[in-house]
């Protein structure tokens, strides 16, 4: 289908419908990363506000000793609340569930209001000493201006979703100066879906926005880090070790943060005074502990370098996760990304300084394991192991540990889904009874049967049929796919038209090969009493068109077949009438 650019101009052109979604991708890259840096100006203009001005103002109405410190979360709570109750309740709490949320039910439709709402609640909250971080905020804001372009154009269904991972994945690059990190982190998480139609947009919109805020920042690691290397073969086993820890911290903080949420939820109090206190108790926290303030990178970066008391970051594992959980539990707006690089660092760093301490000749510093445990609890708390790995990178610039990191993130994240299978990102959407996987809602998948959506009129094949033949049927058919059977019916296997291409210029066996003999005979199957979640898993598996529909107690039977159009067709349309 084409697409023709609105408004008219003095000459005729048109475009197609890729070359509509590149130009787009484009365009959403340069959005989010003028909104990225404009993001990150406000966060420093309120922390300014916050922690510069307003600490003057307290320090001489109240005094020099700084009691008062709790006034400043709390007061940017006070400010947060009227924005996410009032005026777009997808700002509160980390955002990407709000995004994965669109993807799956909404079409990709977001809210043009959500980008701004996001952008200033945020940036009061992080700004006002509020644990949270960046990358949540801002790809919801990008996700927001890829939907808006999509929905501006009138693109199909399929093309906002894919502009919404656009944005997601220009935002972790803009922020994080990791475009690889951003497509694979939009791919994985937000889409679901890795084909090249999806991956190309996504890929062009993370450049753009990464070029666009190293022209202005320069290209430079979010952190600089000593030099790093495998001492010993012998610290495989430990960095697994530690990956079942930051696996088993990542739960914790996942759980913590699920039960702040509902804590709160609880509270008979005025939901709008909610953040406020929330952004108290965090303040009283802050006041013994200000490592908990903000994103925390000066401790990560400390904590690389081996300049942190061990019973410090010890207790800075959980003062962290409490800080993020009353933050985002009590409404704030925020990310959780940069908290668990923070709990991430810290725990690495404790469990370093204690095996290096017990076995310094083959085991590397703190720091080591620091940069380490960052990568595995993000993989824990996000189950993306691949994003944890490239991120790490990114943000560093330092490939040299890459065995141990791997290592690490791939037990982190099989620990985690062992102790508790929700991760940071679907807990919030479980406890609103929407299941989502691969970008789509499998709570609608698993409620309805294949039966409801086989078609049970389908066209054959008979297995003697010659390959001459056989081009005439497909000749004169709508479909490519069909069924082959035996003469009494029996269901043998699947011919496609991919089947003949390998022997297409061999004329002189057109009369010589038979349907049986080029038939896919290792096929998948469904029964009619199979989920339509479980269908699109088999589906998946090579990526198949079509699935024969056979009876359960005897295969050979066909019943129906089940085409992939109509299973998504249906899905959208029971998302539809279920928002009605």
């Given amino acids: 289908m084409d697409y023709h650019l609105k408004p008219k101009l003095p000459f005729h052109f048109r475009l197609s419908e890729t070359q509509i979604l590149i130009a787009m991708s484009i365009v959403v890259g340069l959005g989010t990363g003028l909104g990225a840096m404009a993001f990150m100006k406000l966060i420093d203009y309120f922390r300014h506000v916050f922690f510069g001005y307003s600490e003057q103002v307290l320090t001489a109405v109240v005094g020099s000793f700084n009691y008062w410190i709790p006034l400043i979360p709390m007061a940017g709570g006070l400010i947060v609340g009227p ?6 309740t997808e700002a509160k709490g980390h955002g990407v569930p709000e995004v994965m949320l669109a993807v799956a039910r909404k079409g990709g439709i977001i809210r043009v209001r959500v980008a701004l709402a996001k952008a200033v609640a945020s940036a009061i909250c992080i700004g006002s000493g509020g644990s949270a971080g960046r990358e949540g905020p801002i ?9 808006a372009i999509g929905q501006l154009f009138k693109m199909s269904q399929g093309r906002v979703k894919i502009l919404v991972g656009c944005g997601a994945a220009a935002g972790i690059s803009a922020v994080f100066n990791a475009p690889i990190a951003g497509v694979i982190f939009s791919l994985e998480v937000i889409l679901g879906d890795f084909a090249i139609k999806t991956f190309s947009p996504v890929l062009l919109s993370s450049v753009i926005a990464s070029v666009v805020t190293r022209s202005v920042f320069g290209d430079h690691p979010a952190f600089s880090v000593p030099d790093y290397s495998l001492v010993s073969a012998w610290e495989i086993p430990l960095y697994m070790i530690l990956g079942g820890v930051c696996g088993s911290v990542a739960v914790l903080f ?3 943060l699920h039960k702040t949420e509902e804590l709160f939820d609880r509270i008979k109090m005025q939901p709008m005074l909610k953040p406020a206190l929330g952004g108290l108790i965090l303040g009283i926290i802050g006041v013994f502990y200000p490592q908990v303030f903000s994103d925390g990178y000066d401790t990560i970066k ?20 409490a800080a993020t959980s009353l933050t985002l539990g009590s409404g704030n707006s925020g990310g959780i990304f940069a908290p668990s690089l923070f709990i991430g660092a810290v725990t690495g760093g404790t469990f370093g300084y204690v095996i290096h301490y017990l076995l310094p000749e083959i085991t590397a510093t703190e720091g080591a394991y620091a940069l380490v445990g960052m990568a595995a609890l993000v ?20 490939y040299r540990i890459i065995l141990p990191l791997m290592v690490a993130v791939v037990f982190s994240t099989l620990v985690a889904r062992h102790i508790y299978e929700p991760s940071i990102y679907t807990i919030k959407l479980i406890k609103r009874g929407i299941f989502i996987k691969g970008g789509k809602d499998t709570t609608v998948l698993k409620s309805y049967r294949v039966s409801e959506v086989m078609d049970r009129e389908f066209e054959t094949i008979p297995a003697d049929m010659p390959m001459a033949r056989i081009l005439e ?70 990526d198949s068109k079509l699935l024969p529909v056979v009876n359960k107690e005897d295969p050979s039977i066909i019943l129906g077949v089940l085409r992939r159009e109509d299973l998504v067709r249906y899905y959208n349309r029971k998302l539809i009438e279920s928002f009605k």
């Fill in 473 to 542: 049927k497909i000749e004169a058919s709508r479909g490519m796919t069909f069924i082959v059977t035996d003469r009494t019916g029996k269901f043998i296997g699947i011919l496609s038209f991919q089947d003949l291409l390998s022997i297409l210029t061999q004329e002189s066996l057109n009369y010589l090969i038979i349907a049986k003999d080029i038939a896919t005979t290792d096929y998948v199957a469904v029964y009619p009493d199979d989920d339509l979640e479980t269908a699109s898993k088999r589906l998946a598996v090579k």
């Fill in 254 to 256: 996942t759980a913590t």
């Fill in 302 to 321: 400390l904590t690389l370098y081996g300049n942190m008391l061990v019973l410090l970051t010890l207790m800075l594992i959980f003062l962290k996760i």
């Fill in 379 to 398: 993989a824990g708390t996000t189950h993306a192991p691949i994003t944890a790995i490239l991120i790490i990178f990114e943000m560093t610039s330092d």
């Fill in 83 to 88: 924005i996410v109750y009032k005026f777009a």
């Fill in 139 to 147: 790809v919801q804001i990008g996700s927001a201006i890829g939907s």
